[in-house]
């Protein structure tokens, strides 16, 4: 990425604008990861009793209000589209930090938005 100092404030305001005009829709916005486990089921005489397991599953885990993260099961047609999901996500995240960045720019030479 080019050095943001070495912009004018016009290019650092079109820049902005053409990045938060690339946002993707934000409304399907998701955190979390993805977890793969593998289970008992607590039967007697099941096969996992023995030691191979059922599974593996795959989970979003995402932040919980009790410090623990919350496992929500995902069957494998979704898997896909969540995963879509986490890594727009995470493109969003970047975008969100190069105009924030920019605007930081802006502040340092007192500009207005």
Do not use: W
Not at 16 to 22: I, P
């Amino acid at each position: 990425m080019t050095d943001l100092s070495d912009l004018s404030v016009r290019a650092l305001r079109a820049r902005r604008r053409r990045l938060a005009a690339d946002l993707s829709d934000v409304e399907t916005l998701l955190r979390g990861r993805l977890v793969r486990q593998s289970r008992r089921c607590g039967k007697p005489g099941c096969h996992c009793a023995g030691g191979e397991l059922h599974g593996p599953y795959t989970y979003l885990s995402v932040p919980g209000g009790s410090g623990r993260p919350r496992m929500i099961y995902l069957p494998a047609d979704l898997v896909d589209p969540v995963t879509g999901r986490l890594d727009a996500s995470g493109r969003i995240d970047a975008v969100l930090a190069q105009i924030a960045a920019i605007n930081t720019e802006l502040l340092a030479r007192r500009e207005r938005g």
